[in-house]
């Protein structure tokens, strides 16, 4: 991570938590020993990343520094080691899209020209500040590739034509749904199910007619009762 570099801080707003982020730190604080609180930096650097509107300036890096007690360069040693901090601004929309091998094969290369072409450059706002868009290493959805993460949410096998639309999509003001952009369940093989697709398996009507479960074991012989031992 030694080649990202911090925002010039000439444009820095002041910033302070609100009530809301130290709500959301304490309750992290609190699955960390009393003389371990700095364990909390990294989600109470994620907590301030998105009240920053989702990146990190360096009076958010301080605030946190001074939330849990670590000298600021501590803080500001750990902030560029992950690529889930940003350290400049990003759009409304930001767009970390995976270049690792398994998306790359599924055609993350094509995905990255849709970017180009309808965002802008890379690790750059858009006009208007609605987009941006990062190219990063496996966000752990291979077999859905390719994929984009954009802002919270997974937007897994897409083509260069649903890509598009997820922007076209954005850009107007409606929500696209995340998820697999193929017929699939979750992460399940592409297409529709070929097991198990008897409707009757599902609606009940199977239980009714089972007077005993099938193969179950023989319940024990009964036994009597020899009544208190002398």
């Known amino acids: 991570m030694s080649g990202r570099r911090y925002h010039h801080p000439e444009s820095h707003d002041t910033f ?23 364990s909390v930096v990294i989600p109470a650097l994620w907590i301030a990343q998105k009240q920053n509107g989702g990146w990190l300036s360096e009076p958010t890096l301080r605030a946190v520094a001074d939330r849990v007690g670590m000298a600021y360069i501590r803080v500001y040693e750990v902030a560029p080691f992950y690529t889930m901090f940003n350290l ?32 802008g450059p890379k690790g750059k706002v858009s006009p208007g500040g609605q ?22 949410y997974y937007f897994e096998d897409l083509t260069p034509e649903t890509l598009e639309q997820v922007i076209e999509d954005f850009a ?59």
Not at 133 to 152: K, R, S, T
């Open 172 to 230: 107007a003001g409606r929500s696209p749904r995340p998820g697999p952009y193929v017929t699939r369940q979750t992460s399940a093989p592409a297409g529709p199910a070929v097991t198990l697709t008897d409707p009757a398996l599902y609606d009940g009507s199977r239980a009714e007619k089972l007077s005993a479960i099938p193969n179950a074991p023989a319940p024990p012989p009964a036994t009597a009762d020899a009544g208190p031992s002398s």
């Open 16 to 38: 302070a938590l609100s009530e809301d982020s130290e709500r959301q730190i304490a309750w992290w604080e609190q699955k960390y020993p009393s003389d371990r609180r700095q």
């Open 131 to 152: 987009f941006s868009w990062v190219e990063v290493e496996c966000l752990g959805a291979c077999v859905n590739a390719p994929m984009i993460q954009i802002n919270d």
């Open 88 to 119: 400049e601004p990003v759009g409304r929309w930001h767009f970390q899209l995976c270049g690792t091998t398994p998306c790359m094969l599924r055609g993350a290369e094509q995905l990255k020209s849709v970017c180009e072409r309808k965002i």
